[in-house]
Each structure stands twice: as C-alpha cells, then as structure tokens.
C-alpha cells in the first residue's frame, strides 16, 4: 500500500498548490465592459478539500493599447502579477454560495473610468489566501482578456 500512499499524497499537495484559487468567472474571457460604468466582476472560488481561506483581493485593469505611457503593443506578454494596471478593487473577499448550481463566489463592482483606453486590456485579480493546517500563505494571480468599448 504503499505506492497509492504516495501517489495520494503527491496528488493532495498538487491539490492544495491549485484547487484554493480564484478565477474571475464574468466578464468572461473575450467580453466587451463599458467604460463610464459600472461593472460587475463575479470572482469564483471552486470548493476544495483541502481547508482554506480567502482574506483578500485585488482587482486590476491594464489596456494594452499603445500610448505615451505604455508604448508596447504586446502588453499582454508582462504578466499581470508584474503589471497590474489601474486598481479597481482592494478589500474583503469571502466566497459564499449562492445558486446551489454554481461554486462560492462573490460578486465585485468595479467602475471603468471615462478615461481609460479604449481596446484590449487584461482585467486581473490577486487573491490572498491562507491554505490548510500551516496555514500556507498564496497569493494567487489570474485574468480575462477584454475589449473596453
Ligand atoms: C457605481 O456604484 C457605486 C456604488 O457601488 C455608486 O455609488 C455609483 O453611483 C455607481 N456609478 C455608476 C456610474 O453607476
Ligand atoms: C493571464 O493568464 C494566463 C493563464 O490563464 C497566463 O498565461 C497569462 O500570462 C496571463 N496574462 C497576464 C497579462 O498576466
Ligand atoms: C452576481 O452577479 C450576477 C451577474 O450580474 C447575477 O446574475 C447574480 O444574481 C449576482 N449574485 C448575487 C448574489 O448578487
Ligand atoms: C482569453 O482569450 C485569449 C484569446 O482571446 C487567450 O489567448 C487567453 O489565453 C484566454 N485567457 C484565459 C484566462 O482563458
């Protein structure tokens, strides 16, 4: 028994290192979000076995238009953890469900400025979370791509 053992626990750490983040689940990827408004970021956060707890979030939108400030037109090669553009959300973040058919989640409004480029951009989130017994502390990274109309 002692292959399946390891192969287990192998499987629980890949587990832990994956199954706590968080994914912005609307607007989805490829969506267009106006600018002048308000948005509405769900923020999803699959259940997991392994314990964990959100503490924190980020919410970032960075244009990857060229500009005066931001010349380069492949913005979406520097990574968002990098580059997080105009902050549009710190605070809170604690997942609950709501539909029985869908994970926990939270929904965030975020407000585009009138300013902001018009075009691509990566809307992203950093996500703070402390996962299992330790606890680990993670801060989880990820993103849409979007057209801001
Ligand atoms: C955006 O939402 C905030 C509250 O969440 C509200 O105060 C503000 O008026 C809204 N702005 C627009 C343009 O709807
Ligand atoms: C967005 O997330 C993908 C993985 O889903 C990653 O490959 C890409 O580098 C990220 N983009 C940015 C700008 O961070
Ligand atoms: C979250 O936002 C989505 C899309 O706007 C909406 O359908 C859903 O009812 C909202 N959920 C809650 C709990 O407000
Ligand atoms: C979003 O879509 C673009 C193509 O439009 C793709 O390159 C990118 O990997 C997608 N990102 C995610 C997080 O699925």
Redesign the pocket.
Known sequence: MKLPTIALTLLASVLSATAQSAFIRTPANGSAISRGTNTTVQVTKPNSLTGSTSVALAIGLRSCEPSTTSPSPS??S????EFFGYVAYTGPFAPVYHETALPPYQNLTVYVPQGFAQGTA?L?IAHFVLVGAGPETILD???VTVTVV
């Open positions: 913005c979406l520097i990574p968002s953890d990566v992203s990274v990820s993103n």
